[in-house]
C-alpha cells in the first residue's frame, strides 16, 4: 500500500536526511538542522508520491543508491525552500521606493538612458516584483518621465513557473489598494474561478531568471537602480550573507539603493561601498547623494 501524509512508519533514513541538507546548504545555502526534519519529510512525501516512489524512504533511496540526484536536484531544491511572500510586504520599502529613491535617482542621473532597473533578487512567486511595478506604473501615471523594467529572480523553478503566470487568488493581493487593484489586476472571465491576473501592461515590464544567490557570480547588469533583496538572507550563515550582498552591491549603480528584510537588516552593515540611509535601506556610494538622502 502507498504510505500517505499521515503514514508515521515512513521516514528518511537518517543517512539520506544528512546528505539531503548537505547539499542544500552547500548548494542553496539553506541550512536545514534535525529540527527542519519533519517539515522536510512532509514535502519530500508529497514529491515522492508524484513520481509514484514508495514514500519518502524510497525517495532517499531513489536519490542516493538508484543515481536519481542529478535529475532530481531542481526539484529537491523547489521542496526544501520556503516561498511565503506577499503583495505591499514590508511596506515602508514601496514608501521609500516612491517617495525618495525615484525622485533621487532620477534628479541624479537627469535621464536615465536604459530606464530605471530594479532587480527583486529572490522574488518568490513574484508579488515583491509586482508591487514594485505598481508603484512605478503610477508614477508614470503621474506624468514622471520614467521608463522601468523589473528582472525577478529566484532559484526555485516552481515559483519561477507561477510568476511569470501571474495569476493570483484574489484573497492574495487584498494587501494591494483598491485603485491599484482596478488598475493592474484583471478578474477571471470565469466567474467560478476566484483568482485575478496582472495585466499585460504590467507583465511587460517585469521578466523572470532563475539564479542561484549562491553563484560566484551573478550574469546581470551592473547598473540597477534599486535591488529588494528580503527575507532570504535569514536563511544564510554571516558570511554568505556578506557574500550575496557584496555581489548584489557590485551590480548597482552608484547612489543606488539594496533593501533588506527587516529581520534582515544587520546583514547590510560593515559592507564597503554600501551606507544604511534608514533601518534596512542602503544606499551605494557616492556619498553626497548618501548626505542628500538624510
Ligand atoms: C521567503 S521568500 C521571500 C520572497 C520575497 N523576497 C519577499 O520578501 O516576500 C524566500 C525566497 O528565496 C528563495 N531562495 C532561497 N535560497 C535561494 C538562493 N540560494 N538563491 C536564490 N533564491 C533563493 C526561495 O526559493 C524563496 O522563494
Redesign the pocket.
Known amino acids: 500500500m502507498r504510505p500517505t501524509m499521515s503514514d508515521t512508519s515512513d521516514y528518511l533514513a537518517d543517512k539520506h536526511f544528512s546528505a539531503i541538507a548537505a547539499i542544500i546548504e552547500s548548494?542553496?545555502?539553506?541550512k536545514l538542522p534535525p529540527t527542519k526534519r519533519t517539515m522536510v519529510e512532509g514535502r519530500l512525501r508529497k514529491r515522492a508520491r508524484a513520481l509514484g516512489l514508495a514514500g519518502v524512504s524510497g525517495y532517499g533511496a531513489h536519490l542516493f543508491e538508484r543515481g536519481g540526484l542529478d535529475d532530481e536536484l531542481v526539484h529537491l531544491?523547489?521542496c526544501v525552500?520556503?516561498?511565503?511572500?506577499?503583495f505591499f510586504?514590508?511596506p515602508s520599502h514601496f514608501e521609500f521606493l516612491r517617495n525618495v529613491a525615484v525622485p533621487q535617482l532620477l534628479r541624479r542621473h537627469d535621464s536615465l538612458p536604459a530606464g530605471l532597473k530594479v532587480w527583486?533578487?529572490?522574488?518568490?512567486?513574484g508579488?515583491?516584483a509586482y508591487t514594485v511595478a505598481m508603484v512605478l506604473q503610477d508614477l508614470v501615471n503621474a506624468a514622471k518621465p520614467i521608463r522601468f523594467s523589473i528582472l525577478g529572480?529566484?532559484?526555485?523553478t516552481e515559483?519561477l513557473r507561477e510568476a511569470r503566470a501571474a495569476i493570483y487568488p484574489r484573497a492574495f493581493v487584498a494587501p494591494v489598494p483598491s485603485a491599484m487593484q482596478q488598475r493592474y489586476l484583471m478578474r477571471s472571465k470565469d466567474p467560478r474561478q476566484d483568482v485575478v491576473r496582472v495585466t499585460p501592461e504590467l507583465r511587460r515590464k517585469v521578466h523572470f531568471e532563475r539564479?542561484?544567490?549562491?553563484?560566484e557570480s551573478y550574469p546581470f547588469d551592473r547598473d540597477v537602480d534599486v535591488i529588494?533583496?528580503?527575507?532570504?538572507l535569514?536563511?544564510?550563515d554571516g558570511p554568505t550573507q556578506k557574500a550575496?550582498i557584496e555581489r548584489l552591491v557590485s551590480h548597482l549603480r552608484p547612489g543606488g539603493y539594496l533593501m533588506l528584510?527587516h529581520s534582515e537588516s544587520m546583514a547590510g552593515s560593515g559592507i564597503a561601498g554600501l551606507q544604511q540611509v534608514v533601518p534596512t535601506v542602503y544606499q551605494a556610494a557616492p556619498a553626497a547623494l548618501r548626505r542628500a538622502a538624510e
Open positions: 548548494r542553496v545555502g539553506i531544491i523547489d525552500t520556503t516561498n511565503k511572500t506577499d510586504r514590508e527583486s533578487a529572490a522574488c518568490s512567486t508579488a515583491e529572480t529566484d532559484i526555485s515559483v539564479l542561484n544567490l549562491m553563484d529588494f533583496c528580503r527575507n532570504v535569514i536563511y544564510f550575496v528584510g
